[in-house]
């Protein structure tokens, strides 16, 4: 990603799951030609595919784009095929047991790591916005959205442990209870399959005053 723009491009794509480019080049701010040339570019790459869809007023069809399986390769995954190989490793060495083990003091070591910087935000939608900054900087993508209906939640389109945690699902409660412990309030966790509505994500709703 050699280019500012093209980050901007992969980004939104990946947070909406595909975009025509009259709606891309809005949220990027650009004029229609220079957008499509982003896209047209990634395109060549390898990194986008291009559609056509039909417009919801009279016209032709409008230019979509979005990401390709090759894309994937943009987002972190935290070695994870060596790591999975290292946790199975560990079974035979020291148990059945030793993967969540290890899975257990890599989230409270990160807790350790984090808590002093948390501990410094002086409200709890401040601590949440830090926590998810902390976690980008470990490879997740996502965003912090609030509405008065449901409140302050972290939106993530991206997790580069997401295979260890299909492989050992009892990471999931670990790292929830590791937010929870940081945040000093209930997180609930929701799966968000994808569709036509969005790309798949994952919702992590912060009990905030007056919301439970």
Not at 115 to 141: D, H, M, Q, W, Y
Request: proline residues 6%; positive net charge.
């Amino acid at each position: 990603m050699v280019k500012p723009q093209w980050v901007a491009t992969m980004e939104q794509l990946k947070l909406s799951g595909g975009l025509p480019v009259s709606e891309l080049s809005r949220r990027l701010d650009a004029s229609y030609m220079a957008t499509k040339q982003y896209c047209e570019d990634l395109k060549k790459l390898g990194y986008l595919e291009r559609t056509r869809v039909p417009r919801t007023e009279v016209g032709r069809p409008e230019i979509f784009y979005r990401l390709t399986a090759k894309s994937a390769s943009i987002f972190p995954d935290a070695g994870v095929h060596f790591t999975l190989e290292i946790l199975e490793g560990l079974k035979s060495l020291f148990g059945e047991s030793a993967p969540e083990r290890v899975l257990y003091q890599h989230f409270q070591q990160l807790h350790d790591q984090w808590k002093p910087r948390i501990a410094k935000a002086n409200s709890l939608v401040e601590k949440a916005t830090l926590l998810a900054n902390l976690r980008e900087k470990e490879g997740c993508f996502g965003r912090c959205k609030y509405d008065p209906e449901n409140g302050f939640r972290i939106e993530e389109y991206h997790h580069p442990l997401q295979p260890i945690f299909d492989q050992y699902p009892s990471a999931v409660k670990m790292e929830l209870r590791m937010l929870e412990q940081l945040l000093g309030t209930r997180v609930v966790r929701r799966e968000i399959p994808g569709g036509r509505s969005g790309p798949a994500r994952v919702d992590f709703e912060v009990a905030t005053l007056g919301i439970r």
